[in-house]
């Protein structure tokens, strides 16, 4: 358990807290003050300052712990307990970065940061994931596993972006105003900010999917064809056409939203056989 | 001139907007509409508020009747000639009139200045318009000295309500929140493009809130060019205004991210298949129709387009809707300060009015009559004290006989005010008199106490 866990999990806590705080409030009290207010307020509001200051904390701390578990020897990659932390650190660190960069974005953040903190949980308080793979750790496996948790804290921010993409998009179609309109993005903000996170997660994801099959490959007795490779494989291929009829066919709103969520289901699928086999002792 | 305050009219409340954009006074209209109106008998002052939302004459009246006579003067005015479409007897129109005389028309006009009768609660347009209003009013020659106290009252309130209370935090109208559902699709409106269909005044001033919200291009397109051209014109000033032919809808379509409509067509301008074409050659980019025109320029089909977003005026009035409720407590302690305002106000007015006159009156009568008792007294040394009261009550006798015939008529008088002026003139009359002379009195004259209380 690294040191500064405790802090770190609480920290956690307090900003997803906030978090959702601010979009209960959004939804009564404070929407008492305006019609709709506009989208992106000038100047954050004090909860939504509070939330993102206690996140940032809690980033450091977590990377406190990550930077103390590497010089034990338990770097990120080492098992899937190691990789699950490392994956829910990069995209509180992304969420951080587009929401500084972006205003408007809580209502984002209400969905990244609870995630985050899920999979912190379980990465940390499930028992057996830190087992060491069973087979041999190359650098190419390190690099896989660095490559494929960045790429899916990247389509994890993008999901999260399509969320409230449909749900605002939702609202403003059906002439009502929710909560999520309250102080929430602008709906070309969120599908930007699902792009982005797809057109960098892309290539990442690739070279993860090219370097795993390559790794597992070298390792003696294990078929690259399991069920993880499978639906990795389908994930990467509705992300490829989503891309493609981004660029060629100017898809956007809606539709790239649900395929993009669909995309997303694939990478939590291959996820969450990873983190079945890891916590049973193979990867 | 004087009277009460009387409010004849339609609003949002009372009447579809049908029958609101029927009975509005073109701008022409006004002054005719203005100076008519105080020809009408037991009227003196006038003013018109006629807005998208409203369509009101205020009016200082003394005839008791002068609700009814301006009732029928508002159906029936058709000063400029520019009003009134439905040229009928207006029969359609009289039931939805609502009519407030005295305080009721007060407090109406103080809530409808402050933004609390309005469609959206809060809204400031509303100020600017009633202002505008008097403006013209005044330049018509038909403000008098109710309305022009009265006015300035409903402004100075208005501002009140704005600075202490919430109530105004909010989207300022309709036209606003479409500004604002524009940003939730769109985020920063400074890249964005907008098209204009129609050059009606409701489109101008929807267009009007889209560059304050940060528009700086718009295209005009109107059936009549010249129109457009002027339009374009009076919005040149703060974003780049530029017109196109009418024909060129369907190219605009593909590049504007806006499209605001408000023609007075009667037939949907835009309908499901035009859009479907303009958004295959868009891309798929969000499209967001504002269709404020009534009877709807947007086919409602075109709203489940995908990317493309609706809203006609019943939707932005339902979004409006949803949000009011929020804002009830806030309205309430808006509501306070017009009660406040409107006590004050009544205070004052009865300041000037015909009760403190009748009290000056007497008390500078009282007040000679006392002094000559006095002289009187100081010569009849060996009278007792009985006698000495006895000349006291007669004094006051006097006054109270010769006061008589004057006060009657200045209480039965409907035209008190101007009345208790001419005699506050001719007897030199000041406030503040009242409650020295009540006092000293009280020390000489026997119940000359009741002086005070006249």
Redesign the interface.
Same mark, same amino acid.
């Given at each position: 358990m690294p040191p500064l866990f405790p802090a770190t999990l609480s920290l956690y806590v307090v900003a997803c807290t906030l978090y959702l705080v601010q979009i209960v409030l959004g939804a009564?009290g404070q +929407? *008492?003050?305006?019609?709709?207010?506009?989208?992106?307020p000038a100047k954050a509001p004090g909860l939504i300052r509070a939330a993102r200051v206690i996140l940032a904390l809690a980033f450091a701390s977590h990377a406190v712990d990550i930077g103390w578990l590497c010089t034990v020897g338990l770097h990120p990659v080492v098992n899937a307990r190691e990789a699950l932390s490392f994956a829910s650190w990069l995209m509180c660190g992304l969420y951080l970065a587009v929401s500084l960069r972006t205003a408007g974005l809580a209502v984002v953040g209400a969905i990244v940061v609870p995630a985050t903190l899920v999979l912190l949980v379980a990465a940390r308080l499930v028992p057996g994931a830190d087992t060491p793979s069973a087979i041999g750790m190359t650098p190419l496996g390190a690099l896989h596993i660095t490559l494929a948790t960045a790429g899916v804290a990247l389509f994890a921010v993008a999901a999260g972006g399509a969320v409230v993409y449909l749900l605002?998009e939702r609202n403003?179609?059906k002439?009502?105003?929710g909560f999520v309109?309250r102080g +929430?993005? *602008?709906?070309?903000?969120l599908d930007k900010l699902s792009r982005r996170c797809i057109v960098i997660g892309f290539p990442v994801f690739t070279v993860a999917m090219v370097t795993g099959a390559m790794w597992v490959a070298r390792l003696p007795g294990r078929g690259v064809f399991t069920a993880q490779y499978a639906i990795s494989s389908i994930a990467w291929l509705v992300f490829a056409g989503l891309l493609v009829l981004r660029l060629t066919? +100017?898809?956007? +709103?809606?539709?790239a939203a649900i395929l993009t969520l669909a995309g997303f289901a694939g990478v939590l699928g291959t996820l969450g056989i990873y983190f079945v086999r890891g916590v049973g002792g193979g990867v | 001139m004087a009277g009460r305050l009387v409010v004849v009219g339609l609003s949002h409340k009372t009447a579809p907007v049908e029958v609101r954009e029927r009975c509005a006074f073109p701008e022409e209209a006004l002054k005719p509409a203005l100076v008519e109106a105080v020809n009408v008998p037991g009227v003196g002052e006038a003013m018109i508020v006629s807005t998208c939302n409203r369509v009101e004459l205020y009016a200082a009246a003394d005839a008791k009747d002068a609700p009814e006579a301006l009732r029928r003067f508002f159906v029936q005015c058709d000063a400029g000639g520019a009003r009134r479409a439905h040229a009928g007897d207006g029969r359609d129109v009289a039931p939805l009139l609502y009519a407030h005389d005295g305080p009721d028309a007060l407090r109406h006009l103080f809530r409808v200045a402050s933004s609390l009768d309005s469609m959206?609660v809060g809204e400031s347009q509303i100020l600017g318009q009633v202002k505008e209003a008097y403006q013209t009013a005044q330049e018509a020659g038909t403000i008098g000295p109710l309305l022009g106290r009265t006015l300035p009252r409903a402004f100075s309130l208005a501002k009140r309500v704005r600075t202490e209370t919430?109530v105004a935090? =909010?989207?300022s109208s309709v036209a606003s929140?479409a500004v604002?559902?524009a940003?939730?699709?769109?985020?920063?409106l400074r890249d964005r493009q907008v098209l204009v269909v129609g050059a009606g005044k409701m489109g101008e001033l929807a267009a009007r809130h889209l560059v304050a919200g940060g528009v700086k291009r718009l295209t005009i397109i109107n059936r009549t060019p010249s129109r457009a051209l002027a339009m374009a014109e009076r919005l040149g000033g703060s974003a780049v205004a530029a017109t196109a032919p009418w024909e060129e809808m369907d190219g605009l379509l593909q590049k504007v991210d806006i499209v605001l409509c408000s023609t007075g067509a009667t037939e949907p301008v835009i309908r499901r298949e035009r859009a479907q074409k303009a958004m295959k050659a868009?891309?798929?980019?969000?499209l967001f129709f504002i269709d404020i025109a009534v009877p709807r320029d947007v086919e409602p089909e075109v709203?489940s387009v995908?990317?493309v977003?609706l809203?006609d005026v019943d =939707?932005l009035e339902?979004?409006?809707q949803?949000?009011l409720r929020?804002?009830e407590?806030?309205a309430m302690q808006a509501e306070r300060l017009v009660e406040e305002e409107l006590k004050r106000f009544s205070e004052a007015e009865q300041a000037l009015g015909v009760v403190p006159t009748i009290k000056l009156l007497r008390a500078r009568f009282l007040e000679l009559a006392k002094s000559e008792a006095e002289k009187t007294l100081g010569k009849l040394q060996n009278l007792s004290e009985k006698e000495r009261q006895v000349v006291g009550h007669m004094a006051e006798a006097i006054v109270n006989k010769l006061l008589h015939a004057p006060l009657t008529a200045l209480k039965k008088d409907a035209n008190g005010d101007e009345l208790a002026a001419t005699v506050r003139a001719l007897f030199d009359l000041h406030t503040g008199h009242t409650e020295e002379i009540s006092l000293e009195l009280g020390d000489a004259g026997g119940d000359g106490k009741r002086a005070g209380n006249a």
């Open positions: 009564s +929407g *008492a003050r305006s019609v709709i207010s506009a989208p992106t605002v403003i179609k002439h009502k105003t309109l +929430g993005p *602008a709906l070309e903000t066919l +100017g898809w956007r +709103g809606r539709r | 959206v919430e935090r =909010a989207s929140v604002d559902l940003r939730h699709i769109f985020g920063d868009r891309r798929g980019r969000w709203g995908e990317n977003y809203y =939707a339902q979004v409006v949803q949000n929020g804002r407590s806030e």
